[in-house]
């Protein structure tokens, strides 16, 4: 990853991610992070599911929708690229309610209308979370969960050692994904920053997970899981928020 960070003043870099929708969809299919790391753990977060109307915040081409689906939830899912809606279409079936919205903007969906909310790798993009939060708030039940990952507040300062890990930070990193070229920007933020955005927005953090990768990652990753004796590793955080 990119050691190099950037003020807040530079011009921001666009996460367009219909830019390389297929390529990022392809390799996130099988890949460590997302397929062995991410998914389980916010499907393990959800637990028992049967029957709750779940929003997907951010849904990318349809994985968590299809697990939590899968699991005996109703789910719903935005997202702000039309191509990765495009895309979870066509995973999850063209009766399924998937639409075109951007989290910082008002969502197209009335009060109290969810029970859970998932937010899994949507936030770290953006400066401002209190807008994004407010919404999500909104939108569930009282009582109702956000579950959410992030980049890990140690990511940044791991990455560069020059980083102040108490200042909200703007970075960028340079991918492939599956021969498609991509520039990605994330906020760092520490964790009370968090924590503390939570609680304006009307959530109580209930957990804070940093768990291990799915137990198959050790066999399907060697070479990666060996410097991780006992599966854990550092790259996201994990939030399970309750609405007041």
């Given at each position: 990853?990119?050691?190099?960070?950037?003020?807040?003043?530079?011009?921001?870099?666009?996460?367009?991610?219909?830019?390389?929708?297929?390529?990022?969809?392809?390799?996130?299919?099988?890949?460590?992070?997302?397929?062995?790391?991410?998914?389980?753990?916010?499907?393990?977060?959800?637990?028992?599911?049967?029957?709750?109307?779940?929003?997907?915040?951010?849904?990318?081409?349809?994985?968590?929708?299809?697990?939590?689906?899968?699991?005996?939830?109703?789910?719903?899912?935005?997202?702000?690229?039309?191509?990765?809606?495009?895309?979870?279409?066509?995973?999850?079936g063209d009766d399924?309610?998937?639409?075109?919205?951007?989290?910082?903007?008002?969502?197209?969906?009335?009060?109290?209308?969810?029970?859970?909310?998932?937010?899994?790798?949507?936030?770290?993009?953006?400066?401002?979370?209190?807008?994004?939060?407010?919404?999500?708030?909104?939108?569930?039940?009282?009582?109702?969960?956000?579950?959410?990952?992030?980049?890990?507040?140690?990511?940044?300062?791991?990455?560069?050692?020059?980083?102040?890990?108490?200042?909200?930070?703007?970075?960028?990193?340079?991918?492939?994904?599956?021969?498609?070229?991509?520039?990605?920007?994330?906020?760092?933020?520490?964790l009370h920053a968090?924590?503390?955005?939570?609680?304006?927005?009307?959530?109580?953090?209930?957990?804070?997970?940093?768990?291990?990768?799915?137990?198959?990652?050790?066999?399907?990753?060697?070479?990666?899981?060996?410097?991780?004796?006992?599966?854990?590793?550092?790259?996201?955080?994990?939030?399970?928020?309750?609405?007041?």
């Open positions: 990853m990119s050691s190099e960070t950037r003020s807040s003043t530079d011009v921001a870099v666009e996460n367009d991610y219909d830019l390389f929708a297929e390529g990022y969809a392809a390799v996130n299919e099988t890949s460590l992070l997302n397929a062995y790391y991410t998914l389980p753990a916010i499907v393990n977060l959800a637990g028992d599911v049967t029957g709750r109307r779940i929003l997907d915040a951010g849904c990318g081409s349809g994985p968590t929708s299809k697990a939590l689906r899968d699991k005996g939830a109703v789910v719903a899912g935005f997202d702000r690229s039309a191509k990765m809606v495009e895309l979870a279409r066509q995973r999850l399924a309610d998937l639409r075109v919205a951007d989290i910082s903007q008002p969502l197209p969906y009335p009060d109290a209308a969810f029970d859970d909310c998932v937010a899994a790798l949507v936030l770290h993009y953006l400066e401002d979370w209190a807008s994004p939060l407010a919404e999500l708030r909104r939108v569930l039940k009282p009582g109702g969960r956000l579950i959410m990952a992030v980049n890990h507040p140690l990511l940044l300062p791991l990455i560069n050692r020059k980083a102040n890990y108490f200042a909200t930070t703007k970075w960028t990193d340079e991918y492939d994904f599956n021969g498609q070229k991509a520039t990605l920007t994330y906020w760092h933020r520490p968090m924590t503390d955005a939570f609680t304006a927005a009307g959530f109580r953090t209930a957990v804070i997970s940093e768990p291990p990768a799915a137990p198959e990652a050790r066999e399907l990753f060697p070479d990666e899981m060996a410097e991780f004796p006992n599966g854990a590793f550092l790259s996201f955080v994990f939030f399970v928020l309750e609405a007041a």
